[in-house]
């Protein structure tokens, strides 16, 4: 594992080792299940096992399930999946709804100390006297409650005796903190919802800023890493370590959140993209969602290194999508095959070579890795090349076919078109050309040269084939950018995929989903696991050869 990158929190570790503080660093990657993840998920998995990793620690996956109302089974597995995908093994896996009973004992204990107490104010007006910035908040009419009272209120919350929001329980800390987190934040809310974990066992939830310390305490997590949001929440999570007695004390750090161009990065916005029909799931190819990022041909090595390539730090940036095209592109260049397919296709005929004939020519798989080997493509009388190879009145500079103009077809023969047939509606069907033998690939002929190479199937045997070509599915820079009356829906690209009929080498008959290949001048493309079958293959397009990046 690369250690080179800079990342702030690595120094702190270190410290903390070397001091004695701890012995053993455990951190934690704690999702909340209400969606798939996404590649800022990602980023905060990496930097987690990435560090403890690096001194020899722990990191646990925990499901931070405390909001029984958006959170699904479905949702579980598909994280478990993601992570172990990118190629980490967590150490212990737990749900925070397993530690329920452990919270309420210790929002009692809270009650006991005077710390916690149960209001009547509906959740508008908490919100009212909390006060602003510049405004101190101001005493709920309920603050002072005996303990015995808030002892008994809180069991009947538990109970089931109240309704929804009809109470709620509180730290007790200071209404006039300059730290509005501090205004006596709620930790327990009623919620007659049933959980996906405990069932109807429980109307009362904990809160995020309440639990969040309790979980990370219980499993004795060192560093508790979080993004920059949180910042403001630290003293209320070292309130609650403290005042709820917790053994372990666990350190919250806050780096700045990965932000990606083109793309919308909250699980609630993905889930709006999903549920309204703009994609084909969360794991659609064009989303940013790690599954997405899979289907589409992503390699974990290239989200690796991305990821890794940025560092941690505590600013919040938006990074360029184009490079993590560049990663893999990086990745795909020396693993994949080389291979021709044809997504626009045109048909050529080769008139003077002879009918019946199919010839097997040598090709090497990639000639950046001879150890690939080489493979075996037809040749015949009729081939299929791309329609924007031909043109009938050339521009400058344009080196494909035209009337009279000789090509090199890769790895065969050069040809020289001859004639050309149209439809109807004047659109070229079909190019006649004429092959010279002697101009073999392979055969060390030198008697003249051409300036342009284009690639081919043969028709007889070509394969049909799907060719899913993407853009960007945001259009605009990023999301930050939202303007007031427009949401992002008004930025989703209305062309964001294009599908093409088109046509593969036989060589490809046996391909698997997730095969990646290198279509010779097109890209990199992955089949897709969705929508193959054996009678036709799928390709999403990763990358396109070529970086269009500008730094
Ligand atoms: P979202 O805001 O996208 O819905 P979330 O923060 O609510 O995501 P959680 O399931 O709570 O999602 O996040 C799990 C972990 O991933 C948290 O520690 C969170 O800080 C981290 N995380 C989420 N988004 C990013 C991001 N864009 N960059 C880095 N880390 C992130
Ligand atoms: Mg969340
Ligand atoms: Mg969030």
Known sequence: MENNTSNFIRPIIKQDLESGKHNQVITRFPPEPNGYLHIGHAKSIIINFDLADEFNGKTNLRFDDTNPLKEDTEFVESIKEDVKWLGYEWDGLFFASDYFEEMYKRAVLLINKGKAYVDDLTADEIREYRGTLTEPGKDSPYRNRSVEENLELFEKMRNGEFGNGEKALRAKIDMSSPNINLRDPVIYRISHTTHHNTGDKWCIYPVYSFAHPIEDALEDVTHSICTLEFE?????????????????????????RLNVTNTVMSKRKLKQLVEEGFVDGWDDPRMPTISGLRRRGYTPESILAFCRELGVSKGDGTVDSRMLDHFVREDLKLTTPRTMGVIRPLKVVITNYPEAQVEMLDAEINPEVPEMGMRKIPFSREIYIEQEDFMEEPPNKYFRLFPGNEVRLKHAYFIKCEDFIKDDNGNVIEVHCTYDRETKSGS???????????????????????????????????????????????????????????????????????????????????VDPKHSTSEKAVFNLIVSLKSSFKK
């Open 444 to 526: 060390g002929f030198t008697g003249r040269k051409v300036k342009g190479t284009i690639h081919w199937v043969e028709a007889s045997q070509a394969l049909p084939a799907e060719f899913r070509l993407y853009e960007p599915l945001i259009l605009d820079e990023s999301e930050n950018e939202e303007k007031e009356e427009t949401t992002f829906l008004d930025n989703v690209n209305p062309n964001s995929i294009e599908v093409l009929a088109g046509f593969i080498e036989p060589t490809m008959k046996d391909i698997q989903p997730q095969d990646k290949f290198q279509f010779f001048r097109h890209g990199y493309f992955n």
């Open 232 to 256: 403001d929440q630290r003293p209320l999570y070292n309130w609650v370590v403290e005042e709820t007695e917790m053994e372990s004390k666990p350190q919250q750090i806050e780096f700045g």
